[in-house]
Each structure stands twice: as structure tokens, then as C-alpha cells.
Nanobody, 123 residues
């Protein structure tokens, strides 16, 4: 159906930058709201940033001013630019997207998750 594949994770020192990418593929009409979530050991998965199909964004307070979410609808991709990284940003980051598909001749919105990419920030 639809696949979301993250890339760009890795090891970086505190204060450094990293850019995550998420590529959507499969048979669908368009991508609706997209976002990035993260999960650290012993903690619940949390929303980091979201962006609507019109480009409206929101972020959790802890990343405001440091992270920027963006999208390229033509390329079917969403990005997360992470600057001034802190050790507490260490987590597995997951791409999430609402996808519009045609089912039995009708437009249907479905939600999908990527497999996640590890981001490790060292002190």
C-alpha cells in the first residue's frame, strides 16, 4: 500500500546538526498531514513536529527554534532539520503521514508509520 522510509539518522555531538528525511512510496493520491515522532528507552512515543498539507507547522516546546519540519509534495518527502542538538534529543525518530488513497472509487485518508531511524547525540 504505502511505505514510509526514514533516513539521515546517526551519531552527532551535542550542538551539532542532523537532517532527517522521509520518503513516501506506494499507490496513493496525495500526502496529507505529516509529522515526526520520537521515542526514547523507557518513554512514550511523542510528537516532535507536524506539518499540514498547506504547510502549517507545529512543534513541541522543547524543539522550537532548533528543529524545522518541511515537505516537498512533488518529491513526496518530509524533512526534519535538527540544529543545536542536545543529548535529550537522543531517540528513535519515526515518520508519520496521513495518506489520501482511492478505495472503491472514493478518497480515503489512512495513517502510516515509518520504521524509525536512530538519532544519538553524545555529550
Amino acid at each position: 500500500q504505502v511505505q514510509l522510509v526514514e533516513s539521515g539518522g546517526g551519531l552527532v555531538q551535542a550542538g551539532g546538526s542532523l537532517r532527517l528525511s522521509c520518503a513516501a512510496s506506494g499507490d496513493f493520491v496525495s500526502l496529507s498531514d505529516m509529522g515526526w515522532y520520537r521515542q526514547s528507552p523507557g518513554k512514550d512515543r511523542q510528537l516532535v513536529a507536524r506539518i499540514t498539507s498547506q504547510g502549517v507547522t507545529n512543534y513541541i516546546d522543547s524543539v522550537k527554534g532548533r528543529f524545522t519540519i518541511s515537505r516537498d509534495n512533488a518529491k513526496k518527502m518530509v524533512y526534519l532539520q535538527m540544529n543545536s542538538l542536545k543529548t535529550e534529543d537522543t531517540a528513535v525518530y519515526y515518520c508519520n503521514a496521513d495518506v489520501i488513497s482511492v478505495v472503491s472509487g472514493r478518497f480515503i485518508r489512512r495513517n502510516y508509520w515509518g520504521q524509525g531511524t536512530q538519532v544519538t547525540v553524545s555529550a
